[in-house]
C-alpha cells in the first residue's frame, strides 16, 4: 500500500493524474493509493526527478504530522 501511495504522489506530482480523472479538471477526487495502482496497471514510466520531487512532498508531509503531533 505505501508503494502504491508514493506511487500515486508521483503520479501527481508530476501532472499525469488528469488521464484517470473524467469529471472536473479543477478538484482532484482520487486517492493516491488509486492512482499508483492505475499506474502500475497502464505501465506508467516517471524520470527520477519526478521520483525525487514526490519523495520530498512525501518527506514534508511526514515532517508536518510529525511536528503537529508533539
Do not use: E
Not at 506530482?13 to 479543477?26: C, E, G, I, P, V
Amino acid at each position: 500500500s505505501l508503494v502504491a501511495i508514493l506511487l500515486g504522489m508521483v503520479v501527481v506530482s508530476s501532472n499525469k493524474h488528469r488521464r484517470f480523472q473524467a469529471n472536473t479538471d479543477t478538484r482532484s477526487v482520487l486517492s493516491f493509493h488509486y492512482l499508483g495502482l492505475r499506474a502500475i496497471a497502464c505501465r506508467i514510466r516517471f524520470t527520477m526527478r519526478q521520483w525525487k520531487a514526490a519523495l520530498k512532498w512525501y518527506s514534508s508531509i511526514v515532517d508536518a504530522a510529525w511536528a503537529a503531533g508533539t
